[in-house]
């Protein structure tokens, strides 16, 4: 027969699970909830930008930055880990920061313990824009992430990417390896998977977590529950993969195609025929004219024998 819990060993076990999630938490924080991409307002030029230690348009300093690490604006020293000394005073303003983050282009406060971890830790270490390929340095507005492919966005590209994103690389719904119907795509990859071939032999998989993909190790998701398209052409085999044999007798009837060009023929067919209609008139007229010219001339002979 277990022992019961008391009181006190249930409370310390909802604690202990409590700061569990709470340190999980911290570890799968959206990207844009960090201070480093918060929005700022210059305060000349009045336009809205990324948190950064100088303004992307006209380069001025703010009047209150704000940390990159923690988010705060004052220092209250309450933390007590300042490099820089300041007792019994609230510091604001350029008294405040010890130095700007190299991935993030923010400032960061001279708490000891922001300046000693932040650039370890920054999230923007990698954020190069999935579509225009331009870093934080190269333009002002935020970062965001993709909810499908988890790759990096600019402020610019982030809808236009995600429209997009759920198309594969192929031109059907059928595994990279075989011809069955791909259970499992990857968003990253763009390719769809069966169930054979979405898992590694030697490889141990966790239960109740998504299956990472064999090629990137992203996690894959189950095709039903996507809005998953396959990649189409507007041009080329694909484009004219419409016409058939109806097609050819649509030809051969009104004497036309429709190709990259339009209709051609049908009007084209009229015109030649109402050309050749008006010239074999024209020759039908000539031969009679020249026909009343023999007569006259054989008239102009007799008369001349009987004279």
Known sequence: MPKKKTGQRKKAEKQKLRQKEIRTAKDNISLAKYPCNAAMECEKCHRKQKNRAFCYFCQSVQRLPQCAQCGKIKCMLKTGDCVVRHPGVFTTGLNMVGAICDFCEAWVCHGRRCLTSHACMCPLQDAVCAECERGVWDHGGRIFTCSFCSSFLCEDDQFEHQ????????????????????????????????????????????????????????????????????????????????????????????????????????????????????????????????????DDDDEDEDNEEGK
């Open 163 to 294: 429209a997009s994103c759920q198309v594969l690389e192929s031109e059907n719904f059928k595994c990279q390896s075989c011809n069955k119907l791909g259970q499992y795509s990857c968003l990253k990859c763009k390719t769809c998977y069966c169930e054979d071939h979405v898992r590694r032999k030697g490889f141990k998989y966790e239960k109740n977590k998504a299956i990472p993909c064999p090629k990137c190790g992203y996690e894959t998701s189950q095709t039903k529950d996507l809005s998953m398209s396959t990649r189409s052409h507007k041009f080329g085999r694909q484009g004219q993969a419409g016409q058939d044999d109806d097609d050819y007798d649509d030809y051969n009837s009104t004497g036309g195609y429709n190709g990259y060009y339009g209709s051609t023929g049908g009007t084209a067919e009229g015109s030649d025929d109402e050309d050749d209609s008006d010239y074999e008139a024209g020759s039908a007229d000539e031969s009679d004219d020249e026909d009343d010219d023999d």
